[in-house]
């Protein structure tokens, strides 16, 4: 056991608690409410900003930001809702305990992930070696760390691929005229 080891263990034991104090349920509501609040923000501002200029005299960039992260906060506060009324049913239905135990297991695995991704960028780049070759040899945390999101990752986009679902596509600054034109 090296400090690598005692690094990860505080990390995953840190994650393992506030897992368990928060629970499964919202645990996944929070991480479901994240993904969907980008995803809303990205797609359904617009709505919202129609709305904004009506109210506000505002920029145009201004009122951009505003709708999109009124929209992002609003979802994300939707799904926690959602995820302390799952959280309050478990309770009452005497499931606490397992909730619990699961959002401590789930929010570790989570952050293992997350410090797997944090690895896999760090191997990539030659030139921020962080890690020896002998400390990651000799650490019994990290090679499980490290290979989860490289395995994880890849059969992610597998099933997205495999469904078939065509993606709408997002329009960059670059590709607005008047960026374009201020640009030039």
């Known amino acids: 056991m090296n400090t690598i080891d005692i690094v990860l263990g505080i990390i995953l034991i840190i994650a393992f608690f506030l897992g368990f104090r928060k629970g499964i349920l919202r645990s996944l509501a929070s991480l479901i409410g994240l993904v969907a609040g980008v995803y ?9 900003r129609v709305y904004i200029e009506k109210w506000f005299n505002w920029s145009e960039d201004l009122t951009s930001i505003a709708s999109f992260l009124i929209t992002f906060f609003l979802i994300m506060f939707l ?17 606490g305990i397992v909730n619990k135990l699961f959002g401590g297991v789930f929010n570790a695995l ?3 992930f997350l410090v797997s991704v944090v690895f ?3 191997n990539a780049s030659e030139d921020y070696r962080i890690l020896s070759p002998e400390q990651r040899d000799d ?3 990290y090679t499980p760390v490290a290979a989860m999101a490289p395995a994880i990752l890849p059969a992610i986009m597998k099933e997205v691929d495999d469904l078939n679902i065509e993606l709408p596509e997002i329009n960059t600054p670059l590709e607005n005229e008047t960026v374009k034109d201020s640009i030039e």
């Open 139 to 141: 650490s019994i945390l």
């Open 110 to 112: 989570k952050y293992a």
């Open 40 to 48: 809303s923000a990205m797609f359904f501002s617009d709505y919202v």
């Open 120 to 122: 896999m960028f760090v």
């Open 79 to 95: 799904f926690a809702l959602l995820g302390r009324l799952l959280t309050k049913m478990a309770d009452f239905a005497m499931m």
